[in-house]
C-alpha cells in the first residue's frame, strides 16, 4: 500500500519559516515527479511546488516563488518544502503529491498529472 505521509505543519506568525516534509512509503518514487499542493478554506486546491525525479528542476507557482524552496532527498524516499517569509494568505492545508509514471511532467500545476496524495498538514500564518 502506497502512503504519502506529511510532517512539520503548524500555526507561526508572519514572517517566520517552517518546513513540511513528506515521507513515501510502499514503493519508492526516485524516478517520478513529486510536488506540493495547498488548499484553503473555501478555495479550490492550488499547486505550489514541483520537482523532477532526480531533483535538478523545479517549479513554482507564482505566489510562493522566491519564499518556498522544493527538495527531495530520493535516499530516504522523501520531499521537503521549505516555506520562509510567510504570509496570512499561505493559510492552508498542505497536501504532497507524487506522480505514477516515471519521469513525468515538472512545468505543469495540474494536479491530474498526480496520483498518490498525502493526508494533509495544516498550516496556519497568524498576523
Known amino acids: 500500500q502506497v502512503q504519502l505521509v506529511e510532517s512539520g505543519g503548524g500555526l507561526v506568525q508572519a514572517g517566520d519559516s517552517l518546513e513540511l516534509s513528506c515521507a513515501a512509503s510502499g514503493r519508492t518514487f526516485s524516478s517520478n515527479t513529486m510536488g506540493w499542493f495547498r488548499q484553503a478554506p473555501g478555495k479550490e486546491r492550488e499547486f505550489v511546488a514541483a520537482?523532477?525525479?532526480?531533483?535538478?528542476?523545479?517549479y513554482y507557482s507564482d505566489s510562493v516563488k522566491g519564499r518556498f524552496t522544493i527538495s527531495r532527498n530520493n535516499a530516504e524516499n522523501a520531499v521537503y518544502l521549505e516555506m520562509n517569509s510567510l504570509k496570512p494568505e499561505d493559510t492552508a492545508v498542505y497536501y504532497c503529491a507524487a506522480q505514477a509514471a516515471k519521469y513525468g511532467p515538472v512545468y505543469s500545476g495540474n494536479s491530474g498529472n498526480y496520483d498518490y496524495w498525502g493526508q494533509g498538514a495544516q498550516v496556519t500564518v497568524s498576523s
Open positions: 520537482i523532477s525525479w532526480a531533483g535538478g528542476t523545479t
